[in-house]
């Protein structure tokens, strides 16, 4: 009986001090997690924007007429943050944000770019959404495990793929190429009225209204999804 006694003090110690530990390290995170905010304008004549984000949400926001400007917020976790490096060749401007590896906590770098129309434009996330706002060019972007969101675009090509989320593009004007790619997530496009040449395809439902699918029309748009919804519609 004396043994079980022993015993069952024991565990409840252990417990306890297991609970201690976690609260503390709970307080310790809270009391470290730490946001801050830094910007950079590129000026100069640019012949492309190339981005890639390990962790974080990317906003692009285009027409801008004062150069490239780079607003990123950091957050951090044990004085561990995301580190940023920018290269620049043959015109193309290359910025890479990674992140150390925690054992606790979370590391991410959320990026807003503000770029001049007709700059070509590539963004890659691993874990983060991305956003493209008012961008009149070529667009190349993806990510792993975020969705992607489209408003207000005119161009030439577009490019988009996500692994998991759902991919929503609307378009301004009728672009050259629509090419558009989600592996479980829902991929929807909404472009002006007219003719184009179109390849929606789906395993889950697949919906195409208000164009006409036409193959010697000079607009081209492809929406694909594995697993998801795909839905192609024009408006007036």
């Known amino acids: 009986m004396l043994g079980r006694s022993r015993w069952a003090l024991a565990l409840v110690v252990s417990a306890a001090t297991l609970v201690a530990a976690a609260v503390m390290l709970a307080v310790l995170w809270l009391s470290s997690d730490r946001t801050t905010a830094a910007s950079m304008r590129l000026r100069g004549p640019l012949m492309g924007l190339e981005l890639r984000v390990l962790s974080g949400n990317v906003t692009i926001v285009g027409g801008s007429r004062t150069g490239v400007q780079v607003t990123r917020s950091d957050h951090s976790v044990f004085g561990h943050g995301p580190y940023q490096r920018r290269s620049t060749r043959s015109g193309i401007v290359r910025i890479t944000s990674r992140c150390p590896r925690l054992v ?14 007709d700059v070509p434009i590539s963004i890659r996330t691993e874990r983060g959404d991305i956003r493209l706002d008012s961008y009149h060019g070529s667009a190349d972007i993806a990510t792993d495990g975020g969705a992607i969101d489209v408003e207000g675009y005119c161009g030439f090509v577009l490019g988009a793929a996500s692994a998991t989320g759902d991919i929503t593009v609307a378009s301004a004007c009728s672009p050259e190429r629509l090419l558009l790619r989600s592996d479980t997530g ?16 789906s395993s889950a439902r697949t919906t195409v209204r208000g164009i006409v699918d036409d193959d010697g029309a000079p607009w081209a748009i492809q929406a694909l999804s ?11």
């Open 226 to 236: 594995n697993t998801g919804r795909v839905d192609v519609s024009g408006r007036s």
């Open 186 to 201: 829902n991929v929807s496009a909404t472009v002006p009225s007219g003719n184009y040449r179109v390849q929606a395809a």
């Open 104 to 117: 606790v906590g979370s590391c991410a770098s959320d990026y807003r770019v503000d770029v001049p129309n």
